[in-house]
């Protein structure tokens, strides 16, 4: 398996426009994570599904960040308007069943709002 | 309100010499807990992981030692090497949260030759 697959690994856009990051979770994976890396906050938990559900959004920071699962093997994470403080790497992450399985992380996509 | 925190950003050590690595939680309820290394450029891979009915896991050079009492874990590298300087995460869950990762902000680590 080629791992959890995030893309575009960069991505630089202009304040208000439309972001949407992309992943691809290791195949047979019943749970898929999205975390923000930032100098200031660390990673931070945005949302996390199981079975392609939202389980917990409280990471979410504001509306204009929305996250998708329509399929076990694809998620996606919005942000529009973009603005200068999303900033920041953001990974993607999945995990199999069973209590102690750690979770496999992506390569992460960068993300520079201007 | 940080429940995991890892208050030392940074940490360097000799080639050869021991790297401790420190986290402290705050949550109670959490009851397994994580070691993960970071790369630049990288995503987090994990590294080492202990339940909470135990207080040390070893897996060759790496160990972690859980004081429940105290909510203080630490990870132990011996002996360090240069490949061993990355970023370290320490993270937690609580049972029943869904595996529910909280992390910690990382410390780096720089093994000098």
């Known amino acids: 398996d080629a791992g959890v697959i995030q893309s575009p690994r960069h991505e630089v856009t202009e304040m208000g426009q439309e972001v949407t990051l992309r992943c691809k979770p290791i195949?047979?994976?019943?749970?898929l994570f999205w975390y923000r890396q930032t100098m200031m906050r660390g990673l931070e938990l945005l949302i996390y599904?199981?079975?392609?559900?939202?389980?917990?959004d409280s990471g979410m920071p504001e509306d204009r960040f929305s996250a998708k699962m329509p399929n076990a093997s694809f998620s996606t994470l919005k942000i529009q308007p973009s603005e200068p403080r999303d900033s920041a790497v953001y990974f993607c992450?999945?995990?199999?069943?069973?209590?102690?399985?750690?979770?496999?992380f992506g390569q992460g996509t960068r993300l520079t709002v201007v | 309100d940080q429940q995991v925190k890892q208050n030392s950003p940074s940490l360097s050590v000799q080639e050869g010499r021991i790297s401790i690595l420190n986290c402290d939680y705050t949550?109670?309820?959490?009851?397994?807990f994580l070691w993960y290394k970071k790369y630049p450029a990288e995503g987090p891979t994990f590294l080492i992981s202990?339940?909470?009915?135990?207080d040390k896991n070893e897996d060759g050079r790496f160990t972690v030692f859980l004081n429940k009492s105290a909510k203080h874990l630490s990870l132990h590298i011996v002996p360090s090497q240069p490949g061993d300087s990355a970023v370290y995460f320490c993270?937690?869950?609580?049972?029943?949260?869904?595996?529910?990762?909280?992390f910690g902000k990382g410390t780096l680590l720089t093994v000098n030759p």
């Open positions: 599904f199981n079975n392609n559900v939202p389980i917990d």
């Open positions: 992450a999945s995990r199999g069943t069973g209590r102690a399985t750690e979770a496999f």
């Open positions: 949550n109670s309820m959490f009851d397994y």
């Open positions: 202990i339940s909470s009915i135990k």
């Open positions: 195949s047979g994976h019943n749970s």
């Open positions: 993270a937690a869950s609580a049972q029943g949260s869904n595996y529910k990762l909280t």
